[in-house]
């Protein structure tokens, strides 16, 4: 079978799929959950085994450190991956769960119902957790999945998706409700993002080209995040100690994620009291500083920031700096540099904090709180899909709520309209 | 300045002029609205002679009655759209609520904040007082807008626009918060549907055929629904007297409207009783039915149903008619031929309703009631845009809420991520 026949017959087949999952009871979907986490606990040590194989193909194809790390299974990530399948079963279930219920002056009660979206289709890049991670949130909100992971992790994805099918046909639910495709073909991809008739919705994970290009030629939503180019702007009334304390943080936690702060804004009138006990934390960290003309007054040693510098996102130990006349112009800078992801506010004062919060237009806004807690389980959504930047259908951290829509229910008594 | 230029510039005026709408307060936002209504009403002579003007050469052109009476403007349709501009000014105000405010076990309190999309465009066809009711909502949830009218109808979409830019005026809004194309160029519409930069979603108003082709050239979210085949279903344990109302209702309160019933399906355990009583009423109404074998059998003289049939809005004084087997068949039916618009359970049988519910995969889905209350007004959001029949972001029929998005807000008191 050619690679355009072998998705559409996988999208058939969610599509079919899906109509069972939009019905199916919590009881049933947990118990597929907590089967394929047995199963994935079970098999730990075939898993590891189909885990070697990708890393050593990925060892002769020279394979960057980093991505070799994202690509490994151990015994803890195994187990993390099986807690994770523990956890999202024990979330509560979104589908039909009805709100609103109001009565109307015609006599009619008016309500919504939450539903799945359908089928979802998920593409990634190396780390196989994924495969599990995706799977778990597809099911317990009700949608069937078509899984596209990275070639380089092939033998992993197709390990864990034995035991997703194991897990479903322990539950009695559709085997095909979780589909991992099994060609490295990239003509999948391609297809994948163009089958409006079998799947709904496309969640890209992955590296910003990945996303840039599957957005451009996808003919169905995507669910998508480009960049976070976060920031903390310390305002002339904050805090101090709390001031350093979340922009080190906020910095420093962790450097490669999405929600870590890439550029630091400075009031005016606190600039000077906040570098002297910042700059030294930061250059111990190891964290290279690129300033703006007033900063450099301040810290003499530090680069310069190009424009450039303030549309980056580093992902690593590197951070622009800019000192603001106010709020104001931090609030502008953000819209005009910014990814509108994570922005963060550090103040006592309550008419800013208000502002701030109502005016920047970020999927997360923040005040007094490190951007680092922008993120599903920090939010309370029980994990989460990846994080969205877009207004349309979810925005921020997207967890089952992302992955259902609702309908409206109408409950009448013989009504008819005059 | 060529159309592509000249839809540019409006694109980047609605942009700019949307992050003022943003952050408007209520009051400005109404005070906005009730100056627009004012201005209409107090230029109704003016409206009316644009009006003719328009009506002069859509008789020139052999426009058809029906779209010659969309086309119309009287003093009374006048007053309705002032009064709707008045109706949407009193709804409360979506933008800045926020909701979920809950404290996280790391101590930060994490909500959601509702924000308006952006810009909206819409493209619709004759009717002009849909550029009043486009604004209202817009405006309302903060959003900015490009209104493309159809081109029979530009002398009055350029009168009223003129009425809007003198409210926005008097409120002290940007001018182009609310902008009607003056071009009747198509090529206008080509470049509205790809601006992704400049426009956030567009809802299309009209025509299956407008709308499919906006959907398949669009770049950018479309708000859209495409076919209306709603479907009564009059279950064995239905009451006859409610069973007849509201299938009678359905169909007959007015044929042209997409949420009138196209398809009547019965239990077979209680077609002959409804026939009995429901035939002669259709007859007398001058509705001609299109039936399957079993149902004509007890009514012998109408014509036999097609498999097209069964696919088809006719928006017309026809209808189908199938009886089938029990509920399940109803629903299998529905899913197969209907287009998940409205769809209606007629039973008094409480685990049969409470499945219907469940199971049906409709923007709106009923029990005992007319599909006819399927409307932005009959369901309390105020107004509508439109009804949905997608299901991302918005479904069903979409007020003010479904043009807006949330952000998640963080309130913390210094914390950070460990």
Redesign the interface.
């Known amino acids: 079978m050619n690679t355009m026949d072998y998705m559409q017959e996988l999208g058939k087949q969610a599509r079919a799929a899906a ?1 069972h999952l ?2 199916a009871t919590t009881e049933r979907k947990n118990t597929a959950l907590l089967r394929i986490a047995d199963a994935i606990e079970s098999r730990a040590a075939h898993l590891i085994e189909a885990n070697q194989k990708d890393l050593a193909a990925g060892t002769s194809k020279h394979l960057e450190p980093a991505l070799m790390d994202r690509l490994e299974l151990t015994p803890a990530r195994i187990g993390a991956m099986a807690n994770g399948l523990r956890q999202v079963a024990g979330l509560a279930d979104p589908i ?1 769960t009805i709100t609103d219920l ?1 009565y ?1 002056p ?1 006599g ?1 009660q ?1 309500g919504k ?1 939450r ?1 799945p ?2 089928v979802v289709g998920i593409i990634y890049e190396s780390r196989p957790n994924v495969t599990a991670d995706a799977a778990a949130l597809c099911l317990k909100s009700g949608n069937a999945a078509i899984l596209r992971g990275g070639s380089e992790a092939i033998q992993s994805n197709q390990a864990i998706a034995a035991c997703i099918k194991t897990g479903l046909e322990q539950a009695g639910l559709p085997c095909t409700s979780i589909q991992v495709v099994e060609t490295t073909n990239r003509d999948a991809v391609g297809e994948l993002i163009r089958m409006p008739d079998y799947v ?2 496309i969640v890209p994970r992955g590296g910003k080209g990945l996303i840039e290009r599957i957005s451009a030629e996808a003919t169905i ?1 995507v669910i998508k995040h480009l960049d976070g180019i976060c920031h903390v702007y310390i305002d002339d009334r904050a ?1 101090l ?2 001031a350093c ?2 922009a ?3 910095k420093t ?1 962790r450097y490669g994620t999405c929600n870590t702060m890439e550029c630091l804004l400075l009031a005016a009138g606190i600039a000077e009291a906040v570098l002297k006990l910042l700059a030294p934390l930061y250059r111990e960290a190891g964290v290279e500083i690129r300033g703006c003309k007033k900063s450099r007054a301040i810290l003499p040693d530090i680069k310069a920031a190009t424009e450039a510098d303030y549309a980056t996102e580093y992902l690593a130990p590197i951070m622009s700096l800019k000192i603001v006349t106010n709020m104001e112009e931090a609030i502008r800078h953000i ?1 005009t540099y910014g990814s509108q992801h994570t922005d ?1 506010i550090v103040t006592e004062d309550y008419s800013r904090a208000r502002q701030f ?3 920047v ?10 951007t ?3 993120d599903g389980y ?3 959504l029980g994990a989460e899909i990846g994080i969205s930047t877009d ?3 979810a ?3 997207v967890g089952l709520e992302g992955l259902t ?14």
């Open positions: 109509r939009a019905v039909g109001m109307r015609s009619i008016v119902m539903v979206l359908g709904d919705v939503p805090d100690d709390k304390n979340i080190f943080n906020s936690q819209a963060c919060l109502r005016e237009d970020s999927s997360s806004v923040m005040v007094n709180a490190s680092r807690f922008a920090e939010y309370g207004k349309f259908h925005r921020g951290p829509s609702q309908k409206f229910i109408v409950l009448g008594d013989g009504h008819i309209r005059t």
